[in-house]
């Protein structure tokens, strides 16, 4: 068996990428030089947008991109690949071009989050192991982004490790969660390896092994009276949990003159329980004790706790954010767009479906936000070929492509290109931003969005339109025969 260590993630590939490259390569189409379109079809949950995350691990497996001894064995075992095409992997590196919209950025169904230019077999055989990623992420730093919106300005955490699909999944999930908005997670390696903030306090367990609560509760304290935040539902929480919590508090925290300290509830009627916990602390002298809570939240459930008037400063969100439980899959694919001639013009390519939600969009596209100069805020998206320009000193009419009928004139705008360069000729040409300022970057151009685009419940659909010469292109295409 392979040692976990060794693996090698460019076999992280479904295994038609590796017959069509062998199958690329007898044909003498290796080097053809094509364009893949990496999108996605419809937000989960219904949600008026999603957040883009990943590109980070994307940029680490492409400059890592190789095939070992091992590898190549394995495939010569086989016995179905060429010793050409074995020859060619055993020299692979990826040499193409990629563009991509930075890390938290607000996105929205069928428009590229990341485009491939490259020869035939390298752009292929990047397929899946960058849905895997792009298509998790960003998953995961969606959901995040409704709870934190749910949550109105009050903190939450990532607690989801233990019910992550993998190891994996648990140590990005909780970055990509950060991401989205969460103020950190009770996953060590996560701030370990990505400086995802790491805390946590304590389990029943810890309640359970000492005679008695209050001396759980003392001992906590005394080891940690800076941070400690006290678990009070292990036996009954009215009764003896918080009041045992504000006895500690006074014997061991108040003359130490520390006023900083908390309560974690797991489980009960949160609601209840939250605000009588609130009005003992309060009577007892206690009222900067924070209260947090857990057990199986979401944003649903934050939203109607906070509207029943729960005291609760910070929810502690495990299992239906780390899974994205409510809708578990993103949806992302890898389409081709178009390839490139001896010449260097491009021609355009589609893929057409009885399906029409499955129609792509052809050509080597841009990407452009309009942003409103008055207010800031995003006013639509724009698609258009690669050799078009916005030009945001002249009125723009735009349409819904979903409904062609529906148009709007959009005016005193400023344009902005979405897809940024990241790798140039197989070279690194972006500067990886730090997570702290991608973090920063979701939340300001999440803010940008009108409310009426963020809101849980049947969310405005936000435009996002093909120009006219794209348009034309998109419709040709539609109309010729096979």
Same mark, same amino acid.
């Given at each position: 068996?392979?040692?976990?260590?060794?693996?090698?993630?460019?076999?992280?590939?479904?295994?038609?990428?590796?017959?069509?490259?062998?199958?690329?390569?007898?044909?003498?189409?290796?080097?053809?030089?094509?364009?893949?379109?990496?999108?996605?079809?419809?937000?989960?949950?219904?949600?008026?947008?999603?957040?883009?995350?990943?590109?980070?691990?994307?940029?680490?497996?492409?400059?890592?991109?190789?095939?070992?001894?091992?590898?190549?064995?394995?495939?010569?075992?086989?016995?179905?690949?060429?010793?050409?095409?074995?020859?060619?992997?055993?020299?692979?590196?990826?040499?193409?071009?990629?563009?991509?919209?930075?890390?938290?950025?607000?996105?929205?169904?069928?428009?590229?989050?990341?485009?491939?230019?490259?020869?035939?077999?390298?752009?292929?055989?990047?397929?899946?192991?960058?849905?895997?990623?792009?298509?998790?992420?960003?998953?995961?730093?969606?959901?995040?982004?409704?709870?934190?919106?749910?949550?109105?300005?009050?903190?939450?955490?990532?607690?989801?490790?233990?019910?992550?699909?993998?190891?994996?999944?648990?140590?990005?999930?909780?970055?990509?969660?950060?991401?989205?908005?969460?103020?950190?997670?009770?996953?060590?390696?996560?701030?370990?390896?990505?400086?995802?903030?790491?805390?946590?306090?304590?389990?029943?367990?810890?309640?359970?092994?000492?005679?008695?609560?209050?001396?759980?509760?003392?001992?906590?304290?005394?080891?940690?009276?800076?941070?400690?935040?006290?678990?009070?539902?292990?036996?009954?929480?009215?009764?003896?949990?918080?009041?045992?919590?504000?006895?500690?508090?006074?014997?061991?925290?108040?003359?130490?003159?520390?006023?900083?300290?908390?309560?974690?509830?797991?489980?009960?009627?949160?609601?209840?329980?939250?605000?009588?916990?609130?009005?003992?602390?309060?009577?007892?002298?206690?009222?900067?004790?924070?209260?947090?809570?857990?057990?199986?939240?979401?944003?649903?459930?934050?939203?109607?706790?906070?509207?029943?008037?729960?005291?609760?400063?910070?929810?502690?969100?495990?299992?239906?954010?780390?899974?994205?439980?409510?809708?578990?899959?993103?949806?992302?694919? &890898?389409?081709?767009?178009?390839? #490139?001639?001896? *010449?260097? $013009?491009?021609?355009?390519? =589609?893929?057409?479906? @009885?399906? +029409?939600?499955?129609?792509?969009?052809?050509?080597?596209?841009?990407?452009?936000?309009?942003?409103?100069?008055?207010?800031?805020?995003?006013?639509?998206? &724009?698609?258009?070929?690669?050799? #078009?320009?916005? *030009?945001? $000193?002249?009125?723009?009419? =735009?349409?819904?492509? @979903?409904? +062609?009928?529906?148009?709007?004139?959009?005016?005193?705008?400023?344009?902005?290109?979405?897809?940024?360069?990241?790798?140039?000729?197989?070279?690194?040409? &972006?500067?990886?931003?730090?997570? #702290?300022?991608?973090?920063?970057?979701?939340?300001?151009?999440?803010?940008?969005?009108?409310?009426?685009?963020?809101?849980?419940?049947?969310?405005?659909?936000?435009?996002?339109?093909?120009?006219?010469?794209?348009?034309?292109?998109?419709?040709?295409?539609?109309?010729?025969?096979?």
């Amino acid at each position: 068996m392979t040692n976990e260590t060794e693996r090698n993630l460019t076999m992280l590939c479904d295994f038609y990428e590796l017959t069509m490259g062998n199958g690329y390569l007898a044909a003498g189409m290796a080097d053809r030089v094509c364009y893949f379109d990496l999108f996605f079809r419809s937000v989960p949950d219904g949600g008026g947008f999603a957040i883009a995350a990943g590109l980070e691990q994307v940029i680490d497996y492409v400059q890592d991109l190789h095939f070992g001894k091992a590898d190549i064995d394995y495939l010569r075992g086989r016995g179905i690949f060429s010793e050409d095409f074995l020859s060619y992997l055993a020299d692979f590196r990826f040499t193409g071009d990629i563009w991509a919209v930075p890390e938290g950025t607000p996105v929205f169904p069928k428009e590229p989050l990341l485009v491939v230019r490259a020869p035939a077999i390298q752009a292929q055989l990047l397929e899946t192991y960058m849905l895997c990623v792009i298509n998790h992420q960003s998953l995961i730093a969606t959901k995040a982004n409704r709870i934190v919106r749910a949550a109105k300005g009050r903190t939450v955490l990532e607690f989801g490790s233990r019910r992550a699909q993998g190891a994996d999944a648990a140590i990005v999930g909780a970055r990509a969660a950060y991401i989205g908005g969460c103020a950190g997670t009770a996953c060590a390696i996560s701030d370990q390896l990505y400086g995802v903030p790491a805390g946590g306090t304590m389990a029943h367990a810890w309640v359970q092994m000492f005679d008695t609560e209050l001396d759980a509760f003392r001992a906590y304290c005394k080891t940690y009276p800076t941070s400690a935040t006290l678990l009070v539902d292990t036996y009954n929480t009215l009764h003896s949990g918080v009041p045992n919590a504000i006895r500690a508090f006074d014997e061991i925290l108040r003359p130490m003159g520390i006023k900083k300290c908390g309560i974690r509830l797991d489980s009960g009627d949160l609601a209840y329980l939250s605000r009588q916990a609130r009005k003992m602390l309060d009577e007892a002298g206690w009222p900067e004790c924070t209260i947090t809570t857990s057990n199986s939240l979401d944003e649903y459930l934050i939203r109607d706790l906070i509207g029943q008037g729960a005291c609760i400063d910070c929810f502690g969100v495990g299992e239906r954010l780390i899974t994205a439980r409510s809708e578990p899959v993103f949806g992302g694919v &890898y389409k081709l767009a178009a390839v #490139e001639n001896p *010449d260097g $013009s491009i021609t355009p390519k =589609i893929k057409i479906s @009885e399906n +029409t939600g499955k129609i792509t969009n052809p050509h080597f596209k841009k990407l452009y936000r309009l942003y409103a100069r008055d207010t800031g805020k995003a006013l639509a998206d &724009y698609l258009c070929v690669y050799d #078009e320009t916005v *030009d945001d $000193s002249k009125n723009l009419v =735009i349409f819904d492509p @979903e409904a +062609t009928w529906k148009r709007k004139e959009v005016y005193d705008f400023a344009a902005r290109e979405l897809l940024v360069p990241i790798f140039k000729g197989g070279q690194l040409v &972006y500067e990886k931003p730090s997570l #702290e300022d991608i973090k920063t970057y979701c939340a300001a151009q999440t803010d940008t969005l009108w409310e009426e685009v963020r809101r849980f419940e049947n969310p405005h659909r936000y435009y996002v339109d093909l120009s006219q010469k794209l348009w034309d292109i998109k419709n040709d295409l539609l109309h010729e025969r096979p």
